[in-house]
């Protein structure tokens, strides 16, 4: 087990503890079965599988409006109940495929302050783990705060007492504070993962939180058996596939001091360290890392040039001005760095050289996968092409002078279609035998990365008050700090990074079949926005599907108008979307053991190996699976769960489950084949949802 320690008895008596007096339990269970006769009503008014249409009456400039973002600050705001239920069958519109056997666990802040006297920032909430079960098609729900150190005291205590990163002051309020003492709060609120029997609640400015996945009771802080050393652990992570089938966890830690060093941890199926690399930043002091890619060769690091800002923080940090987020600034004459960092083997050594590219400024959150090309791919390729001729909208070799940035290419259309059974037209190369490495290494030309680059960012701009409407600013959607999905090609023989715009709307929460991380792929799928113009854009309403050629931009042509593939499904006016996760298809029990006794070679394992809850389960083509997403209806005041079939997530999806209360917004999930529902009657009466506990408001 990973558990270094369990939380003992506490002393204080926690609010949310206590059972609610009976007559305040009659009384909310009264307004329960009320609001689910309601839901029941909507569900059957709005009809099975309803495809909304994109909104036409209104001019690209006044998609945003202060009501819209009203209903955005809804969406962040608190849920202070605790459910334990199974869905019924008349919250559902359309049908949960049978064959989708398992659990998508999806982390978020869930508790925010609504007291004016405290500056605290919704990024800075307290995490809630939400668990969707799924069981012969019916689904259970269950949620659970992350029960932290900070969250137990400032539940016993009725108010904030720590600072997080976007803290202004002190935590309790005061604006006298010891601004050296970088000491913040671990909200356990980003990412989650079940590996190796355990649950794990991810912020990456902290330990993990390790958490029972049948009962999300909290088991403790933990350093997974004493192997992780440093203060934190990043909240995301990679899952690959190992030539022989089997999975790796790969994660890593930022360590700020005299000198930013990451440090990679690769962990196997039983939760086994089996590699760590420590490397430093060159010449890098603070900066902010969220992410990373992985290819079978590299860690792949993209830095902004973001950096402390010394004049801000003595002028306005320490007196309580800003917080310490906000001291790191955007340097937009400054070049982006791409990092490959070499992974080790087994044995310690690494078999490439690290090299760091650079590329226009811009800085990056998230990224949907990378991977590795090289020559003898690109000859055996029978479509590829001499020369490349799409539009290239940087080029910058070490050292370079030249500082050409983005620029927008044309008005979208749809373009290139995938082929016939969904996957790419390019297969990669099986996973090489120890002989074979040389000979690849030696080959080995290119590296890509996909990735959602901000133009510039401004740490301050973060800024949806839950409490009034202070910071809903309408502008900051007009030619304002945005991303775009890039693909950066990063060329190891010229020592160039080559940049393709890859769409024109905004996106956010890119992902890919988690089977292909680290290896070349189709398909990716995003939140987007529904405004799709070069200037205007707007909060996430749609789900999106990007599909092009994992060669597009290197041996072939990339224009984002012609060469990529893209649908969009719209939520609803005032419905917002969050992150979507791919599923393979075959989860159940009887589809694993049928795709087990199938496999009969390391690169059908290679091709096939399912997401991070199981090494057995398989797909026949990318994108043969399902779409999960979560989602929230500003009007209802309710949120529910999406599951689109995921060669055509324009279609709509094939089941929208409606949850009868408020759902806040998450940040990331993951999916495991393991179900966690619990045994016994599955529908047990519609007053079977009501809340298990209560939480104390701040």
Request: aromatic share 10%; hydrophobic share 35%; net charge neutral.
């Amino acid at each position: 087990m990973f558990v270094q320690t369990k939380l003992q008895a506490r002393g204080a008596v926690l609010h949310s503890s206590k059972p609610l007096p009976a007559t305040t339990w009659q009384a909310t269970r009264q307004r329960h079965s009320q609001a689910a006769r309601v839901l029941q009503k909507d569900v059957q008014a709005a009809g099975s599988a309803q495809e909304f249409k994109l909104p036409t009456m209104l001019p690209k400039q006044n998609i945003v409006t202060v009501d819209m973002l009203r209903d955005v600050r809804k969406l962040l705001g608190s849920l202070y109940y605790e459910y334990d239920y199974w869905v019924q069958d008349d919250w559902i519109e359309g049908e949960i495929p049978k064959e989708l056997h398992g659990t998508y666990f999806r982390n978020g802040p869930g508790l925010q302050v609504t007291n004016k006297n405290y500056s605290r920032h919704p990024f800075d909430g307290d995490g809630m783990i939400c668990r969707f079960s799924f069981r012969d098609g019916k689904l259970h729900f269950k949620n659970k705060f992350v029960h932290t150190k900070g969250f137990l005291a400032e539940q016993a205590a009725g108010r904030p007492l720590y600072r997080s990163a976007f803290t202004k002051g002190s935590g309790n309020g005061s604006p006298f504070f010891n601004p050296f003492n970088m000491e913040m709060k671990n909200v356990a609120n980003t990412g989650v993962l079940y590996w190796a029997g355990q649950l794990l609640a991810l912020w990456e400015s902290g330990l993990p939180y390790a958490l029972d996945p049948y009962t999300l009771e909290t088991l403790g802080e933990t350093r997974l058996n004493g192997v992780i050393e440093t203060a934190a652990l990043g909240a995301h992570y990679r899952i690959t596939t190992q030539p022989d089938g089997s999975r790796r966890w790969i994660t890593f830690a930022l360590c700020s001091g005299t000198l930013c060093n990451l440090v990679f941890s690769e962990f196997n199926e039983t939760g086994q360290l089996i590699t760590s690399h420590t490397y430093s930043l060159p010449g890098t002091v603070a900066t902010i890392i969220h992410d990373f890619a992985v290819t079978e060769h590299y860690y792949v690091v993209v830095e902004g040039p973001v950096g402390l800002h010394l004049g801000k923080f003595m002028r306005e940090y320490i007196f309580s001005k800003c917080s310490i987020a906000e001291c790191l600034v955007f340097d937009k004459q400054g070049k982006t760095r791409v990092h490959l960092i070499p992974r080790p083997s087994t044995k310690g050594h690494l078999p490439v050289q690290s090299n760091v590219l650079e590329a226009p400024p811009f800085f990056s959150f998230h990224h949907a996968n990378a991977y590795e090309l090289t020559d003898a791919q690109l000859t055996a390729s029978a479509d590829s092409s001499s020369n490349n001729t799409g539009s290239q909208l940087g080029s910058h070799s070490n050292g370079s002078s030249n500082s050409s940035g983005f620029n927008s290419a044309g008005i979208y259309s749809n373009g290139l279609a995938p082929s016939s059974n969904g996957s790419s037209r390019f297969s990669p190369s099986s996973p090489a035998s120890s002989n074979q490495q040389g000979a690849a290494l030696d080959q080995l030309r290119y590296v890509v990365v996909d990735t959602l680059a901000w133009s510039h960012i401004d740490f301050g701009n973060f800024n949806y008050d839950v409490m009034d409407d202070n910071g809903l600013d309408v502008d900051y959607y007009r030619g304002g700090a945005r991303t775009h999905l890039t693909r950066l090609v990063c060329d190891l023989q010229s020592g160039t990074v080559m940049t393709h715009k890859l769409a024109r709307r905004t996106l956010e929460f890119p992902s890919v079949n988690w089977a292909h991380h680290g290896q070349p792929h189709t398909h990716m799928y995003a939140g987007g926005d529904v405004v799709d113009d070069d200037v205007y854009w707007a909060p996430l309403q749609a789900y999106c599907k990007l599909s092009l050629d994992p060669l597009a931009g290197v041996s072939k042509p990339l224009d984002y108008t012609r060469h990529v593939n893209l649908q969009a499904w719209f939520a609803g006016e005032r419905c917002f979307a969050l992150e979507p996760i791919f599923v393979p298809r075959n989860t159940s029990p009887a589809a694993i053991m049928a795709g087990a006794n199938g496999a009969n070679s390391a690169a059908a394992d290679a091709s096939s190996i399912a997401s991070n809850g199981s090494s057995k389960s398989r797909t026949a083509t990318e994108d043969d699976g399902w779409v999960l997403a979560t989602f929230y209806d500003a009007e209802k005041g309710k949120g529910g769960l999406l599951i689109f079939d995921a060669a055509d997530v324009a279609k709509g999806p094939v089941a929208r489950v409606w949850l009868p209360h408020h759902l806040p917004s998450g940040l990331h999930g993951s999916w495991c084949d393991t179900c966690f529902a619990p045994d016994g009657d599955e529908i047990s009466g519609e007053s079977s949802w009501a809340p298990v506990n209560k939480i104390r408001p701040l």
